[in-house]
């Protein structure tokens, strides 16, 4: 590249980016950038309920109607049974610590009020991504929060009859705190409470026993749902349990990986799986609406195999949640009772969600000489990194009793049939990261790449270059061709000029289209895609430090400056609506046209045209990428800068092999007759 190109080139980048900020600031009115409430919760529209509905054995849930209120008056009859609905900030609230997480657990419900990333001692395990890349990290991040849009309900809330409202906002009474000889700790609370009302039971004579459990160095909640039976007939109850309502979306506002996930299995095969990863959490509203549409309902929630259209009665739920782009909340099923039917159901909650889990039927059994009756369901909630080793650690801690049975888990650590290929990339970029840290393995992992891909790019060039010089030879036989039927347009003289000009390239043994030239561009590009979703799911790129650069899962933002833009028609180029200055994309950029410079002039205009098009899509590309991971930013500045030297070795060992002619020297003109005797007789 000239001199003159280099800084015209620059000139236009500069001018490009200010005539961004110029419109922002000029064009597009700036909105302010989002400030959310200390809980992060939004209201639900005006015509939603936040009720929990009821469940029932069949995958089908009925619904119970509007909610109460968080405080709603109970009746004098309720109120003997336990049913006080008191306010959040009148509940009591225990921690559950380990070197991983710390769970607050209210007794309103004996529920999950929270769930943040700092251990036992109080240290951060896990910072909250700002939303701004030029801001760093500064509390800790609280993946599950109270939801004040939704007061009936949080993780570990029960679905079982109308009653859940006033349950789940009464008091429980804490039965036992205990922690075992290895670490795992565990609350157990009653409903109702044994003292201060005058029935210490439900009005069937049933209690509920709720077990919380958290296992140490896990990212792992097991709840139990003990009922016992004082009454003298049996009792039937559909326990289900919500698992995460809302979840913090982790420096990706709005990012196509915030969303719902479900697993299915089938009673056919215990080594089924299914996934469905979508629809976005903030397009489930939409969703759900849409499905109603469809079925003919009204209600504010839907069934999980209504969303997902799932008909197969044999396939149930394994596992039901939410995740972000490195982090899961999911509630899943006991792999014990891998037969039947769980069901689930979503109930969208203004922006966010909430995700419920149903067991099969219990039918408790009646009391028998002063002995109640009982009946268990368990549950699992996992609130951690999308990770495969995590998700596996996880299963693993208390594995199902068929040792058969895989660790079904990991399959929610990626998805896609990309992943096929992305997945083993993680776990070597994995490997690489610790043994030279993050940004050294991108590096590696991109020289590695190139180097496996080198053969191919050899055969390609190679195979372009021969056809370029054959077309050579070949024009003017076809130049002449097409002026000896230029006048003759009917079918019979142009299926002549047709078999001619085969004839002609036939001679010299080239084809139609250079395939030899674009097959392995085509091979290439699924591992490309594959080392897209790489680095858009390798946790451990995240807040992962490089030269300055604070997050390679972040644009670089080298130079701290940024504006908020908000959704706008160019939000494309920002990180949650924040444009910052990112100097890797443009650095991509030059020596992408710089690779393009270098690349030889074919002498056919039609072909010259056509590679001038292309030369426009680094440029796109560019900008497609620009808000985008730093650390995939450096996997394509590796990438070209190993293409440059690539390029130039593979010209060299053509012309010495004779393929293409040397290049002409400084100042001395290109002959269309100086052409490598390998052509020349051909």
Not at 45 to 60: M, Y
Not at 454 to 482: E, H
Not at 632 to 644: L, R
Request: contains cysteine.
């Amino acid at each position: 590249m000239q001199r003159k190109e280099m800084i015209q080139m620059v000139v236009v980048i500069i001018l490009i980016v200010a005539g961004f900020y110029a419109c922002q600031a000029w064009i597009i009115p700036p909105s302010a950038p989002p400030v959310p409430p200390a809980n992060q919760s939004n209201s639900p529209p005006a015509n939603q309920s936040s009720a929990p509905p009821a469940n029932q054995p069949t995958p089908e849930i009925r619904s119970t109607g509007p909610a109460s209120a968080s405080t709603s008056k109970a009746t004098e009859a309720d109120r003997a049974h336990g049913f006080a609905p008191i306010p959040r900030a009148e509940a009591k609230h225990w921690k559950l610590a380990n070197s991983r997480l710390t769970a607050t657990v209210s007794d309103r419900g004996a529920v999950l009020d929270s769930v943040a990333f700092i251990d036992a001692d109080g240290n951060v395990v896990f910072w909250r991504t700002p939303d701004n890349p030029t801001v760093e990290p500064n509390e800790p991040l609280q993946l599950l929060r109270p939801e004040e849009a939704a007061p009936d309900i949080a993780p570990f809330a029960l679905l079982i009859d109308p009653n859940d409202s006033a349950r789940n906002t009464s008091r429980w009474e804490l039965a036992l705190n205990e922690t075992g000889d290895e670490g795992v700790q565990s609350l157990t609370f009653r409903f109702p409470p044994s003292k201060g009302f005058e029935h210490d039971a439900e009005s069937d004579g049933t209690v509920l026993y709720k077990k919380i459990t958290l296992y140490p160095g896990s990212y792992r909640l097991d709840v139990q749902v003990r009922v016992e039976n004082r009454s003298d007939k049996v009792r039937e109850k559909f326990v289900g349990i919500w698992g995460p309502v809302g979840i913090t979306n982790d420096g990706m506002r709005t990012a196509g990986e915030w969303s719902r996930v479900a697993l299915y299995g089938s009673t056919d095969s215990k080594r089924f799986t299914k996934l469905k990863d979508s629809p976005t959490v903030p397009a489930l509203a939409e969703a759900v609406r849409e499905r109603n549409e469809e079925l003919g309902k009204t209600n504010a929630w839907i069934t999980s195999r209504d969303l997902d259209e799932v008909e197969d009665p044999d396939r149930f739920l394994i596992a039901h949640g939410l995740r972000t782009q490195y982090f899961l909340a999911f509630i899943a099923q006991d792999p014990d009772l891998r037969d039947q039917r769980w069901s689930g159901a979503i109930l969208p909650i203004g922006t966010t969600a909430a995700i419920s889990l149903t067991g099969p039927p219990l039918a408790v059994p009646p009391a028998e000489a002063g002995k109640p009756g009982e009946q268990t369901t368990s549950m699992r909630l996992y609130v951690g990194p999308r990770d495969r080793d995590a998700l596996t650690a996880a299963w693993l801690l208390a594995p199902p009793k068929d040792a058969d049975l895989g660790a079904q888990w990991a399959e929610l650590a990626t998805s896609g049939f990309f992943d096929l290929i992305a997945s083993p990339l993680i776990w070597f970029l994995r490997l690489l990261t610790n043994l030279v840290g993050a940004g050294f393995a991108i590096i590696l992992l991109t020289l590695i790449v190139r180097c496996a891909l080198s053969p191919l790019s050899y055969r390609g060039q190679k195979a372009m270059a021969v056809y370029t010089q054959k077309m050579k030879i070949v024009k003017p036989k076809m130049d002449a061709i097409k002026e000896k039927y230029k006048e003759k347009t009917d079918r019979d003289s142009q299926m002549r000029m047709l078999t001619e000009t085969r004839a002609a390239m036939k001679e010299q043994n080239v084809g139609m289209l250079p395939i030899g030239g674009c097959l392995p561009m085509l091979i290439q590009l699924p591992i490309f895609i594959g080392l897209y979703r790489a680095f858009g799911a390798a946790f451990f790129l995240r807040q992962a430090e490089f030269l300055g650069i604070h997050d390679l899962s972040l644009p670089d933002a080298t130079i701290p400056a940024s504006t908020f833009i908000g959704e706008g028609w160019i939000s494309f180029l920002a990180h949650n609506g924040w444009l910052t200055i990112n100097i890797l994309p443009m650095l991509w950029i030059a020596l992408s046209i710089l690779q393009f410079k270098m690349q030889p002039k074919p002498s056919d205009p039609q072909q010259a045209a056509m590679q001038k098009q292309m030369g426009c899509i680094f440029p796109i590309m560019g900008l497609m990428f620009y808000g985008y991971a730093s650390g995939f930013a450096f996997y394509f500045i590796v990438s070209s800068m190993y293409s440059i030297a690539e390029s130039r070795l593979i010209k060299r060992n053509l012309v010495k092999l004779g393929i293409t002619p040397p290049p002409p020297k400084k100042g001395e003109a290109v002959k269309e007759t100086d052409k490598p005797d390998y052509h020349g007789s051909k």
